[in-house]
């Protein structure tokens, strides 16, 4: 019997504070038509599947004529938005946590790349917290 070869997901976590309540980094996370606003690198959002696929379509920055559905789930009680890409498989998953101190939230992102995609793994890195420092300081404006 042949050996099974093991999976490796790329992935990789990250977070960042804002001052903001979890509330007004809500509004912004779990709000697709917001995501041009903060992540880096999406240029539009239309609030519809594509051609019957996800949630809604995101295009990015300098390609507007590729469309990149997009399922979306969130849960408010656990304060959790989680993307998938349907077209690279990339999974973006943010939960808040109210600090003990003050107002502020912490923002968490865990990512998740198929194997395929490894080589996308820094700069994902790079965009993801570009994106995650936007995030807070847009929610805390």
Known sequence: MPPTRELHVPQFDDAAISAAPVEEVWKLLYDPARFPEWWRGIGTVEPRAHEGRG???????????????????????????????????????????????????????????????????????????????ALAALAAA
């Open 55 to 133: 949630d809604f379509t995101m295009f990015t920055d300098g390609y507007p004529d590729f469309p990149m559905p997009q399922e979306l789930r969130s849960d408010l009680s656990g304060r959790s938005v989680t993307v998938s890409c349907l077209v690279s498989d990339l999974v973006f998953a943010y939960r808040l946590t109210p600090l003990t101190e003050g107002d502020g939230t912490e923002i968490a992102v865990h990512v998740e790349l198929p194997e395929e995609e490894a080589h996308r793994l820094e700069t994902q890195r790079g965009v993801v917290r570009d994106s995650l420092e």
